[in-house]
């Protein structure tokens, strides 16, 4: 009844359902669209542009690196910890035909984070940028990564231009703090030594895990989740068949200013669109509008992916009003709720309608997404093929249409489950497959589903999930603090701000500026708090636990925003 019901939804040309087993690992995509598309370019970065056929030749010089001077085996972790430059792929790829496991990792972590990523994936090997090396120093002695291979952001330019971007970033910007690796391979030296050596390229079942991305759900510390070569060759091959439709093979231009190490970037520009063979051009810092606008200057872009924050500031800023958008044709918005006045002036500016999406790091991440045929702004879109969603209450019962209740997915990419957490799996993933999203919907009898409210606390900033319970965790380790919680607040630019209450233990004195040197230093940036409140006390339950939602509700109606 539920297929049938999805079935009758997708537009004309659009079959309900694909092959998930089409491609028996990511290693089979990347071999075929790499022969395909050969002499077409894959990646641009900082003025270069590698095609897919030197993007198979490095990614192998890579791999055979790993298999004849490391004792790495099949099935080994390596974190990959890189910001958006052709180093990303190249190691990516690389890892994966050597057989390895890719534990995703964001280059702005702080020590704190890394030590645990590390930890709980059991990683053997760290791929990072050396601005972050010196983070690297510190923690890697704690894990068991054995092996770390360091690049510089310039390292796959031409030598000139190469030594004159790595010193200025190094001697003049001070970007790279002093750090000491003794170990510690160049990238390019791995690239040297691997170049035309024999590569025994993996085959892993489909059921393998081809990636560890780290997540924290919706409560608690990060959990990585289980991503198997199945759950994103089919997601790749789910949003083709729904978002590729008025897609060129080997023609398309997209622009990439989301993270690579994040789901969103990572399955759409590495993985959907290798099968068709488009170009991506890679934005390493999306916070410098100037530079990604100059850069965006020089393309005639078919496409954009981005999230509702860099849609709003684009648009403000007067250059980019300015570009070129003649060969604009589609616009992806995910990552977190995309507003009205936003989708209009993206419309208004570039003549392109955005077509929203909604996805989780448990799902590969995409559910589901407006069809460009047909937008419906303010909704999910409709499920991608081969996707089935329902509704359900607080007793797991199916809503009928039309009714709010917490809704939940089924389908090829549903994560195989939670890195050595069966207790959190079995919490969020039934027998039968059905994937409970945490986040509270409706499903339109058209099909058009949207997004009411999240089920849990998390806060979602600038696309980023934060979680409160790693927040306060990191708090109570400043002396002084008795009690705390972490809300979100609606804020115009990140959709929402952090802001914590603290209750300071009687006779200390604890000021603002302690409390944020201390966030600063012991988490990212997105997650540092914007405000800070100290209380004598805070809501509780009648058992002591601290109501988050009434600190939320009195935020609210200061505001004046209705419930």
């Known amino acids: 009844m539920i297929q049938d019901f999805w079935n009758d939804k997708y537009p004309a040309g659009i079959a309900a359902n694909i092959n998930p087993d089409e491609y028996p690992n990511i290693q089979a995509v990347l071999k075929q ?212 439709s008025n897609l060129d093979e080997g023609c398309e231009i997209l622009i990439t200013p989301l993270p690579l190490y994040h789901i969103y970037a990572f399955t759409f520009h590495c993985m959907a669109m290798m099968l068709i063979g488009g170009h991506n051009i890679l934005i390493s810092n999306p916070r410098d509008l100037t530079a990604m606008v100059k850069e965006l200057s020089k393309w005639k872009f078919t496409g954009f992916v981005g999230l509702n924050t860099l849609f709003v500031a684009l648009c403000h800023n007067e250059a980019f009003r300015k570009l070129d958008f003649s060969a604009l044709k589609l616009t992806l918005s995910g990552g977190m709720a995309l507003q009205l006045s936003a989708a209009e002036r993206w419309k208004e500016v570039t003549g392109c309608a955005i077509c929203e999406g909604y996805g989780m790091t448990e799902t590969s991440p995409v559910v589901s997404v407006n069809p460009s045929q047909n937008i419906q702004i303010g909704t999910i879109g409709i499920p991608l093929p081969s996707t089935l969603c329902k509704v359900i209450d607080d007793d797991g019962k199916e809503l009928a249409l039309g009714e709010i209740g917490e809704l939940c997915v089924k389908g090829p990419q549903v994560m ?42 998390m806060i979602l900033v600038s696309g980023f999930n934060v979680y409160p319970n790693e927040l306060e965790d990191v708090l109570v380790m400043l002396p002084g603090v008795l009690q705390c919680a972490a809300i979100g607040v609606p804020d115009d630019k990140s959709g929402e701000a952090i802001k914590i209450f603290i209750v300071v233990k009687p006779g200390v004195t604890l000021t603002k500026e302690q409390v944020m040197e201390h966030m600063r230093a012991n988490v990212t940036g997105y997650k540092v708090p914007k405000a800070v409140e100290f209380r004598d006390a805070l809501p509780t339950t009648n058992v002591g636990k601290i109501l988050r939602r009434e600190l939320r509700d009195e935020e609210l109606k200061k505001l004046g925003v209705k419930k």
Request: aromatic share 8%; proline share 5%; net charge positive.
């Open 33 to 244: 669209s790499c022969q395909r598309f050969a002499d077409n370019p894959a990646f641009s970065s900082l003025g270069k542009t590698l095609t897919y056929g030197e993007l198979y030749e490095l990614s192998g010089a890579f791999a055979a690196y790993l298999q004849q001077h490391t004792d790495l085996k099949p099935g080994d972790r390596i974190a990959v910890q890189l910001p958006n430059l052709l180093q990303y792929p190249i190691a990516v790829f690389g890892a994966l035909r050597a057989g390895l496991t890719v534990v995703n990792t964001n280059p702005l972590y702080t020590a704190r984070e890394m030590e645990h990523q590390f930890k709980d994936s059991g990683a053997k090997a760290l791929v990072c940028l050396a601005n972050m090396a010196h983070l690297a120093q510190i923690v890697v002695p704690k894990t068991s990564v054995k092996y770390v291979i360091v690049t510089e952001v310039a390292d796959l330019l031409p030598p000139v231009k190469r030594l004159l971007i790595n010193s200025v970033i190094k001697y003049v910007k001070k970007m790279v703090p002093a750090y000491h690796l003794p170990a510690a391979i160049k990238f390019n030296d791995v690239l040297r030594k691997g170049r035309g050596q024999p590569v025994a390229d993996a085959s892993p079942d489909s059921g393998d895990v081809a990636v560890l991305q780290y997540t924290g759900g919706t409560t608690g510390v990060a959990k990585g989740a289980m991503l198997t070569h199945r759950n994103l060759a089919a997601n790749m091959a789910q949003c083709k068949a729904l978002m590729g």
């Open 416 to 457: 195989k489950g939670y890195w050595q957490r069966q207790d959190a799996t079995d919490e969020i993933l039934d027998s039968d497959g059905w994937l409970k999203t945490g986040d509270i919907a409706i499903i339109q009898p058209n099909g058009y589903m949207r997004i009411v409210d999240r089920k849990k606390d």
